[in-house]
């Protein structure tokens, strides 16, 4: 009996590392492979104005910590305190059907070979330019060091 709880338990065990591999990357049509560089671009660039160029004007950005931002204005002030490192998007899945089309994808930080976050890109056609009409995005874990442990009150 006991032979056959731990059973279940083995083969979870021996499962885990495959569900933390790393997902592949895929090709992109050249316009969006386009988009998601302008968009690295942008953000080693801290440049909030070029990161909200690059959405639809009634988008959504959905950043990590951060209450959704519509428009080009909130999406522009809700990218004016992140960015200014350079950073790898990678695209894990693309579709396309009429004007819409999606990217599923992972980031991190450039030529470092590894993910620290994913997201969800919607994209839509304006005037015959894929734009981002949303921008759901959120890190696996912290990118920086990791947090300062909280001084201790002074005895008293």
């Known amino acids: 009996m006991r032979k056959m709880l731990f059973a279940p338990l083995f083969a979870a065990v021996l499962a885990m590392p495959a569900l933390a591999q790393t997902q592949p990357s895929m090709a992109v049509p050249a316009e969006v492979d386009q988009l998601q560089r302008a968009y690295e671009r942008a953000w080693a660039a801290n440049d909030a104005p070029a990161l909200a160029a690059l959405f639809a004007p009634d988008g959504f950005a959905l ?30 899945d693309y579709r396309a059907s009429g004007e819409l089309a999606y990217v599923v994808g992972a980031y991190g930080p450039a030529n470092a070979g590894r993910d620290v976050g994913k997201f969800v890109l919607v994209l839509r056609k304006v005037d015959g330019r894929w734009l981002i009409a949303a921008d759901i995005e ?19």
């Open 63 to 92: 950043p990590s910590g951060q209450p959704p931002a519509r428009g080009l204005e909130a999406i522009r002030q809700a990218y004016s305190h992140g960015g200014g490192q350079p950073t790898t998007l990678r695209a894990l």
């Open 138 to 156: 959120n890190a696996n874990g912290r990118m920086g060091p990791p947090p300062r442990p909280a001084a201790k009150p002074a005895a008293g």
